[in-house]
């Protein structure tokens, strides 16, 4: 069975400062991994897909990474601003094509 | 273009009345996921559907949940004689053909038993 694992569960920090959010998934039979931001009552938003071919991704101050045979990805977030702070999910889509959803990164940045 | 579209945003119910929330999808796409989102659980996958194949329901809690897509484009998903643990964000998603392809998400129905 897929299990997605975040780490850290929160994280507090200054803006301007760059910072790393941590995905690992056991099984690496995947199509694909998606980073979503969610806000505190609304959906998800898609930031970032890669495919299980792709090493990674980049959008604006965002770089999300895949190692699919460690079953890792990572997401960078560069100059972080006041408006970065939301739930960020890390979701993987396996053969099965549903997808598997981490629990999430709660991210404040602090003006 | 337009997203995907939810309805209603926001459901209050008493515990055992029945519920229907709708889901249309973005237009052209050919799959359709529900999932639910509640305290403790976190985002935990429904039900699937795709073209006109048979749906994969292995994602339904009990079988007081049933979903429906009509016509390949609107869903509606149908909890009966609802129970307070029903309570949570009921979440749909849509994808164009592909597996591989980007799911998008409509804004999610928070439903409340009372």
């Known amino acids: 069975k897929q299990e997605v694992t975040q780490i850290p569960a929160a994280l507090s920090v200054p803006e301007g400062e760059n910072l790393v959010l941590n995905c690992s998934f056991t099984?690496?039979?995947?199509?694909?991994l998606q980073w979503f931001r969610q806000d505190p009552g609304k959906g998800l938003t898609s930031l970032l897909l890669i495919q299980s071919s792709q090493r990674e991704q980049t959008s604006g101050r965002l770089n999300a990474s895949l190692d699919k045979s460690s079953g890792r990805s990572t997401l960078y977030i560069a100059a972080s601003q006041p408006g970065d702070s939301a739930t960020y999910l890390c979701?993987?889509?396996?053969?099965?094509?549903?997808?598997?959803f981490g629990a999430g990164t709660i991210l404040r940045v602090k003006s | 273009g337009a997203g995907v579209s939810q309805s209603p945003s926001n459901k209050v119910t008493e515990k055992g009345k029945d519920v229907e929330l709708r889901c249309d999808p973005i237009?052209?796409?050919?799959?359709l996921y529900w999932y639910r989102q509640s305290l403790g659980q976190g985002l935990e996958f429904l039900i699937y559907f795709q073209g006109n194949s048979a749906p994969d329901k292995s994602g339904l809690p009990s079988d007081r949940f049933s979903a429906e897509r009509t016509g390949g484009s609107v869903s509606t998903l149908t909890i009966q004689r609802t129970q307070q643990e029903d309570s949570a964000v009921y979440l749909c998603a849509s994808r164009r053909r592909l597996a591989g392809d980007e799911q998008y998400f409509g804004p999610g129905t928070r439903l409340t038993v009372t």
């Open positions: 237009s052209g796409h050919t799959a």
């Open positions: 979701a993987v889509a396996p053969y099965g094509n549903k997808l598997v």
């Open positions: 099984d690496s039979a995947i199509y694909n």
